[in-house]
């Protein structure tokens, strides 16, 4: 429904978003999601910068 009438969706509350991948890109999706979700936020990056 969201790609149809993504303004009469509303949120999906936490973590909403899917993906979908190819089988043949799994094991990189899974490595792609793990390093993004392990990184730090934009406010901890901005505390080691200032130090």
């Known amino acids: 429904m969201g790609t149809v ?3 009469r969706v509303s949120s999906g509350g936490f973590n909403p978003v899917k ?5 043949l890109d799994y094991e990189a999706s ?8 392990n990184s730090p936020t934009q406010e ?6 200032e130090d």
């Open 5 to 7: 009438a993504p303004w």
């Open 19 to 23: 993906v979908i991948e190819v089988n």
């Open 30 to 37: 899974i490595k792609l999601i793990e390093e993004f979700n």
């Open 44 to 49: 901890e990056a901005n505390e080691w910068q």
